[in-house]
């Protein structure tokens, strides 16, 4: 059974960084496309970024685009979002999210695979 940990999540000043970071475990991690995804009280789930398996395709909400970075470590079976230039509008809870499919990945809808979350607030 897969398992995904998210981390990294706080309270931090509009223009601040946070560094979020999903450890998964279960399955072959490297084989699988692992992406963010967010998501504030009364709305729905907001596609944030996506990294390929094979780290050669990035994948960008407009919203964060030229602010936020996806990354991934295969080796430590961990996927990271460097979040910079923080804004209130970022306030959300952030969930990590990786497929069932291997290998190709065709759009956030591929995601089928949850973390619980951690919350990230961006105070004005």
């Known amino acids: 059974q897969v398992q995904l940990i998210e981390s990294g999540g706080g309270s931090v000043q509009a223009g601040d960084s946070l560094n979020l970071s999903c450890t998964a475990s279960?399955?072959?991690?490297?084989?699988?496309?692992m992406g963010w995804f967010r998501q504030t009280p009364g709305k729905e789930r907001e596609f944030v970024a996506a990294?390929?398996?094979?780290?050669?395709?990035?994948y960008y909400g407009e919203p964060v685009k030229g602010r936020f970075t996806i990354s991934r470590d295969n080796a430590e079976n961990t996927v990271y979002l460097q979040m910079k230039s923080l804004i209130p509008e970022d306030t959300a809870v952030y969930f990590c999210?990786?497929?069932?499919?291997?290998?190709?990945?065709?759009?956030?809808?591929?995601?089928?695979?949850w973390g619980q979350g951690t919350q990230v607030t961006v105070s004005s």
């Open positions: 999210a990786t497929t069932s499919r291997r290998f190709d990945y065709t759009g956030p809808h591929e995601f089928d695979i």
């Open positions: 279960g399955r072959t991690f490297r084989d699988y496309a």
């Open positions: 990294i390929s398996w094979n780290q050669f395709n990035l």
